[in-house]
């Protein structure tokens, strides 16, 4: 008999297989005793059982480096269950159980043992970006360290995904990084990466997508999207293709609070006068970093994790004379993409609560993906595995 995992069962039917199983067995071994006709429970007072129905857009996915569940919404969006989070910093797990509802295992990446990881359709994947971003090379190289592989504190994060793919062989692995991993170190940061995952048989596609199609904000991120040769037929890989995005372009009216914001996000007179004078300083000398101010009708640059200390690469103009503010945690929310849809979606009616302080929450939102972005290439991941559901059960009907 094929052996029947969690993945192919509805919402409903998995509720019900919780309720029933008994103690000391899995979940997978409680649904192949229940379809050998094997009842593993014999209390004839339990409900007859539902019949086990197959989800054909249901899928399994992991989330690595999960942070605060960028990837955990959208791939649920498309259908997909995830078996496994991991993520070691603190107050993101906080955030991502809050919003999720989903458990996480709080371990360094390099630290668990893969064969404990469970089985997986999709790996999902937005790897640290700072080895590989300008700032992180230059910071580093400043400082006379080594950074991308050579960086043993971060760059080996990369090693500790091939080996959970060499164990687990997931049909798709979803990475994300910064736009910059491709010319990382004369590019032979992205060589390495590529190389490795073709060594493990899967054939890559990667692309640059720019954010600001879903939401306003230009934030560059690299995509690599990788199919296992042996689970897809060449023509299946071949139609996945990268989402377009939507035609209108948000404008950061779309995010902003419509009403008086509390006073504590407007920058002192100090910081402003300080960013003008350093921004000033540096367009002298040809420099084109500053401050990015904008309005309703502008598109922001990109958040990054240091944003809480000053907030300078968006700033809110409050017109004529009046010093700008930042965003507020909720508006940062909203730039990154997690919209209302995805709080009902995680049973969170009321909209996604903020369970870390101030900081903490800028740190998270400029680290993470914007879950729309995904949504949408998973959307076009989705179709690829379906095509090959499809193929499968034509060729067992023959
Ligand atoms: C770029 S962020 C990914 C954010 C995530 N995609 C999201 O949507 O929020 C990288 C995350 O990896 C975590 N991380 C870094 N090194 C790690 C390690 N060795 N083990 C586990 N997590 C790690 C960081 O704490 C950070 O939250």
Request: hydrophobic content about 35%; glycine content about 8%.
């Amino acid at each position: 008999m094929p052996h029947m995992s969690v993945r192919n069962v509805s919402p409903e039917n998995h509720e019900w297989l919780h309720a029933t199983r008994p103690p000391g067995l899995t979940l997978s071994e409680h649904i192949d005793a229940l379809l050998s006709g094997l009842r593993a429970d014999e209390d004839s007072s339990l409900p007859p059982a539902p019949v086990v129905q197959l989800h054909p857009d249901s899928f399994t996915f992991i989330d690595l480096f999960a942070g605060i569940g960028g990837f955990h919404m959208a791939m649920r969006a498309n259908g997909g269950q995830c078996v496994f989070a991991n993520e070691w910093d603190r107050f993101a797990r906080e955030t991502y159980r809050s919003w999720t509802s989903h458990e996480v295992d709080n371990r360094d990446i390099r630290l668990i043992p893969v064969d404990t990881i469970p089985d997986h359709d999709v790996l999902c994947g937005g790897f640290p970006c700072q080895p590989f971003s300008i700032a992180g090379v230059s910071k580093k190289n400043s400082l006379g360290r080594a950074h991308g592989f050579d960086d043993e504190r971060q760059g080996n994060l990369f090693f500790a995904i091939r080996d959970i793919i060499r164990e687990k062989q997931p049909k798709v692995i979803i990475l994300e990084n910064v736009k910059n991993l491709k010319s990382h170190d004369k590019g032979k940061t992205f060589r390495v990466i590529s190389s490795e995952i073709n060594d493990l048989g899967y054939e890559m596609r990667e692309q640059i997508v720019d954010a600001q199609g879903w939401v306003p904000q230009h934030r560059e991120r690299i995509f690599m999207v990788c199919f296992r040769r042996d689970a897809f037929t060449p023509e299946e890989i071949e139609s996945f293709s990268f989402p377009k995005p939507p035609k209108r372009t948000p404008k950061m009216r779309s995010i902003l609070e419509k009403t008086p914001v509390d006073i504590k996000y407007t920058l002192t007179e100090g910081l402003w006068t300080y960013l003008q004078e350093y921004a000033a300083k540096h367009r002298a000398k040809g420099n084109g970093f500053g401050y990015g101010l904008v309005g309703p009708d502008d598109v922001s640059r990109t958040m990054s994790a240091r944003y809480y200390k000053d907030g300078s690469e968006i700033l809110i103009s409050r017109g004529e004379g009046q010093t700008p503010r930042r965003l507020t945690p909720a508006e940062a929310s909203r730039l990154m993409g997690y919209k209302e849809r995805f709080a009902v979606l995680m049973d969170k009616p009321e909209g996604f609560p903020q369970v870390v302080s101030d900081t903490q929450a800028y740190k998270q939102f400029g680290n993470s993906v914007c879950p729309l972005v995904v949504e949408a290439i998973g959307a076009e991941v989705v179709k690829v595995l379906q095509a090959r559901q499809a193929r499968l059960q034509t060729s067992q009907a023959i």
